[in-house]
């Protein structure tokens, strides 16, 4: 461990610290400057605000963690946490980071020679500040949005970028994993931009080295889709039972592009993610699916919103949570649409599936629509397994584990049918398997 | 058939089931063995599925007196799981739909735990090839549709093509005793006749198979040994197969005026 490693605290002291550790542009200095005035202006929301209202975060102290070490003097790539989602799987990049220190930065040549950028979002943001400055915390997350988008925006480290010019179709997928020690911090960015017609599928991955480890993530996604682009984007996020997991993810989907953004939140003891599409250009498709499973004293807090600023956008959102032990889920879905997103079709749903009495799942669709020729549907379900399912199952053989272990997969089955990369299906399937299994 | 599996049955003795505290059954009593088939008919209400849930261990059905016999041992105790692998089977008059789980999945996973009735969990299952082969003739054999392995489990099934999965079920996990209840109801005359072939295929000589039904169409390929008519929560009179002809153009009323006291526990059951 450095010596800035044992200072605690997000304090000015380590903000200049990591301001002198770093050669970056000006403007991205500039940029963290001014987060860092709001992050120091502001205070840990707390449950007066709607969107906090559910999630308790009383027992968070910021105080007790240190922004990440500064330099790579101490960075190991034996430290990664095994990949889930690349088994069998040709990648055309990849990236790892441990306590937000970045430690694997590949690319193909064949797609750098195509112009593709794609690695360490420190690295290339001092390579390539002009190219990347209009997108970076410009666009999509607003740095000053609230106390944990400004400490992201002041502090962060490490990140990954993905880059891919007009017309370029990447047929094989990125892969990024940042992998957290117990107790220690990953301010990780990740930031996307597909220019126009191009094509992409990025692999993110987030987890702990110990299923148990506590620590900090406090992050943002940046998801910029041009005009006829179409971006795959998973995140699995994994993180060990101690870990707060704060996030905001945004994004901007332009016309006739397409994004399938597919969210696998199992980990961490308190999430709080705000996960935001805006349908900025006639045409766009959006496609967002959540697969949620919690257990023990998890409370996992997911905010979606599809935004539909423009006209003949459609967006499909479904998220599904499997609760066991004390966890909860609180799911809040809005989907706005503008006065000038006529011909929107809209649809949003959540299921929960309660496997033990002692959890809760909340689950709060909403509609706030301006236009008037639009098509916006909703719904959420929520109840335990149908014990005559159950009874079905073992007239037929199965074991009661057996049955409810076929009942919840099956449950999830829906939204795998949906998810179009076999490797993501089938992690995402053995996790929760698994899962299943421990809680007998 | 061998001589040995005459000998196996399922007995029932003087069973008493109550649900949710409330008496169904007032002490039944039937012995099937392998090989015959048994027509149960009796109104609705009179408790023929209520003994068909008891038989197969559901837990809301609960036995306060009498025994459960399969093959000289007494189930009562057993968990349906159990129950299933050692060798009997229910066909539901309203099976579960079980949302993303195929047919074939399910089937397969079913198949292996009964065949091999030890088998612990996580431990392989039949293979692949070998089970799906297997499922295919015998869906050939019902006259069923390959597709149907690929949907999942009862789920937007028709009404018809719910018994017919059912059929396909006790078609693949061949038990030694097989409880139909009402898996004529919802199909139409040739789906009737086509599933009393079918079923009379499968059981052949060496399946006890009680048949709950209303009509004599299922019957009409699997001639009853015995018919048994039920009444308030019990069996009140067993014949031949011209009972069951009786029943059936002839309703219930000459039954309910020879055993009146079952009758009067008929109605106090509905009410």
Known sequence: MTETATQLGFTAEAFNALLGSRKEPDWLTELRRSAFKTFSASSLPDRSEEEWMRTDIRLFHPERFAPPAIGDASASSEEIVEPLLTRGVQLAGRTAAVDGRTVVDQLEPKWADRGVLFGSLGRLVAQHGELLRPHLLARAVDPHADYFSALHAAFWTGGTLLYVPRGVVVDEPFHMISSLNDGRVDLGHTLVVL????????????????????????????LLVGPNASLRYVNLQNWGSGVWHFARQKALVDRDARLQWTIGALGSRLAKVNQHVALVGPGADVQVNGVMFTQGKQHLSYHTLQHHE??????????????QGHSRTVWRGMIKVDRAAQKTDGYQRNDSLILNSNARADSIPGLEIEADDVRCTHGSTAGRVDEEQVFYARSRGYTRQEAIRMIVTGFFQQIFDRITIESVRDALAEAIGRRIREYE | MIDVMKHESLKITNLHVAVEGKPILHGVNLEIRRGETHAL??????????????????????????????????????????????????????????????????????TTNVRRPDRKEGEDLIPMREFRKE??????????????????????????????????????????????????????????????????????????????????????????????????????????????EELHSQGYDRVRADYPEAAEAELGVRS
């Open chain 1, 310 to 323: 423009a006209p003949s956008c459609h967006s499909d959102l479904l998220y599904k949570a499997g609760l």
């Open chain 2, 41 to 110: 008919m009796g109104p609705n209400g009179s408790g023929k599925s209520t003994l068909g849930f008891a038989v197969a261990g559901h837990p809301k059905y609960e036995v306060t007196e009498g025994t459960i016999e399969l093959c000289g041992e007494t189930i009562n105790d057993w968990s349906p799981d159990k129950r299933a692998r050692q060798g009997v089977f229910m066909a539901f008059q309203r099976p579960m739909a079980i949302p993303g789980v195929k047919m074939a999945d399910f089937l397969r996973h079913a």
């Open chain 1, 195 to 222: 220019e126009e017609g191009a094509e992409a599928t990025l692999l993110a991955e987030t987890a702990s080295a110990d299923e148990r480890a506590g620590g900090l993530h406090c992050g943002a996604i940046e």
């Open chain 2, 135 to 244: 499922l295919r003739g015998k869906m050939e054999q019902l006259k069923m549709d390959m597709e149907f392995a690929r949907r999942y489990v009862n789920d937007g099934f028709s009404g018809g093509e719910m018994k017919r999965a059912e059929i396909l079920q006790l078609a693949m996990l061949m038990p030694k005793f097989a409880i139909l209840d009402e898996t004529d109801s919802g199909l139409d005359a040739d789906a009737v006749r086509l599933a009393s072939e079918s079923i009379a295929q499968i059981g052949g000589d060496e399946m006890g198979i009680l048949i709950i039904t209303h009509h004599d169409k299922l019957l009409e390929h699997n001639t009853p040994d015995y018919t048994h008519v039920m009444l308030g929560g019990r069996i009140v009179e067993t014949a031949g197969k011209e009972l069951a």
